[in-house]
Nanobody
Framework: VQLQAFGGGLVQPGGSLRLSCAASGNIFSIKYMAWYRQAPGKQRELVAVMPSGGSTNYADSVKGRFTISRDSAKNTVTLQMNSLKPEDTAVYYC???????????????WGQGTLVTVSS
């Protein structure tokens, strides 16, 4: 299973960016898809998570500004980021809990990370 993220870049404060992530491989089902981020010198933190059949959850710092969405048929997840702030600068990672056809046990998979820089 591979997760590939797209969409990072440089944006001015107050601007918007859209991150996308596509999961591919021997996928039977995806329990949830999520976005994490890691700023320089800080621990990786959950930004947003969207379980299959459940409600979404957001970090308090992004509520009302970021929106996570999924296309279950295409195994993709997007993160629409609006009203970006300098403190949103980080490497953003796509994450998914995936069950494959070869095992009933779901495993965590991570994308390669995409850099988002919010600066004037």
């Amino acid at each position: 299973v591979q997760l590939q993220a797209f969409g990072g870049g440089l944006v001015q404060p107050g601007g918007s960016l859209r991150l996308s992530c596509a999961a591919s491989g021997n996928i039977f089902s995806i329990k949830y898809m999520a976005w994490y981020r890691q700023a320089p010198g800080k621990q990786r933190e959950l930004v947003a998570v969207m379980p299959s059949g459940g409600s979404t959850n957001y970090a308090d710092s992004v509520k009302g500004r970021f929106t996570i969405s999924r296309d279950s048929a295409k195994n993709t997840v997007t993160l629409q980021m609006n009203s970006l702030k300098p403190e949103d600068t980080a490497v953003y990672y796509c994450n998914a809990l995936v069950r494959t056809y070869v095992s009933e046990t779901p495993y965590d998979y991570w994308g390669q990370g995409t850099l988002v820089t919010v600066s004037s």
